[in-house]
């Protein structure tokens, strides 16, 4: 598509931002509702962030999603932060508004829980406890959105206490404090176990889980998306689990963003979900 002078402008900020799936994702998006419009990788370095940020509006730009290591400071430096991404403390996805100013949301959140409701939409947050494993980023708006979503109960599981407990005092609802070696028990009358870590990524140490205390009936949720059939799913599909791989998370907390700066809420389909895992394989 030739763009137009009045072609809209959105992107990614992040360092180094070259491993981005996002451009591929947008890109996609933008050919198929045939939108004049571009969406381009922004590779910033910490240091230049702040004043990079302030540029959007000179430079035309419709907002930007940033990745890391910049979403707490993006939290700090937009002029308004929505609700959410002050409760996780970081945002990924920013507006720019017709006045300029700069609007911070996270959409992390909202990306877990359409993902999982699309994979497993037999699966209610009534139907039991929920275990987490993991404190960081991704953990955090994943269990905001869970107790949000009434959750009765939410294990947290981590390696190291004090970040848990700060999770839980930032966060909020119905959280459980579960040590790192009581992981396995954690397990018992789940109805949905997630790993939010980076083990079992692809370059990453495994992911050490005995799943023989999880019921049948629970889902499995694992947000690392390389390799996408991870250790831990495929030991969940073998004794019958529903499973959820985190392809679908990036895919729709990638919608806001899109649907705030080109007009268009756009859909998460299988070609689209084809066209993303075929940019994987060729890296």
Do not use: C
């Amino acid at each position: 598509m030739v763009l137009s002078g009045a072609a809209k402008l959105a992107g990614v900020m992040g360092w180094p931002v070259d491993h981005s799936l996002s451009p591929r994702l947008h890109g996609y998006w933008l050919r198929e509702y045939g939108i004049d419009g571009a969406y381009v990788p922004l590779a910033v370095r910490p240091g230049d962030f702040a004043e990079a940020l302030a540029a959007l509006p000179r430079l035309g730009f419709a907002g930007v999603n940033i990745t890391l290591p910049h979403k707490r400071s993006a939290l700090a430096a937009v002029d308004e932060a929505h609700p959410g991404a002050r409760r996780v403390g970081a945002v990924n996805t920013i507006v720019v508004g017709a006045e300029g100013g700069l609007t911070g949301s996270n959409t992390d959140g909202y990306g877990f829980m359409e993902n999982l409701k699309t994979n497993a939409p037999d699966w209610e947050a009534r139907h039991g406890p929920a275990v987490v494993l993991g404190a960081g980023g991704a953990a955090r708006s994943i269990v905001a959105a869970l107790a949000d979503a009434g959750v009765p109960e939410l294990r947290l599981v981590n390696r190291t206490l004090d970040r848990a407990e700060a999770l839980a005092a930032d966060i909020g609802g119905p959280l459980t404090l579960v040590p790192w070696s009581r992981r396995h028990d954690a397990l018992e009358g789940a109805a949905l176990l997630v790993n939010a870590t980076s083990q079992g990524m692809s370059g990453n140490p495994p992911l050490e889980l005995a799943l023989d205390g999880l019921p049948a009936a629970a889902v499995v949720n694992d947000i690392v998306y390389t390799p996408l059939r991870t250790a831990l799913l495929a030991a969940a599909e073998d004794r019958g689990n529903r499973t959820v791989d985190g392809l679908g998370m990036l895919l729709h907390q990638a919608r806001p963003g899109f649907a705030a700066w080109f007009g268009v809420e756009p859909e998460v389909t299988e070609d689209l979900r084809s066209f993303v895992l075929q940019g994987m394989t060729e890296r």
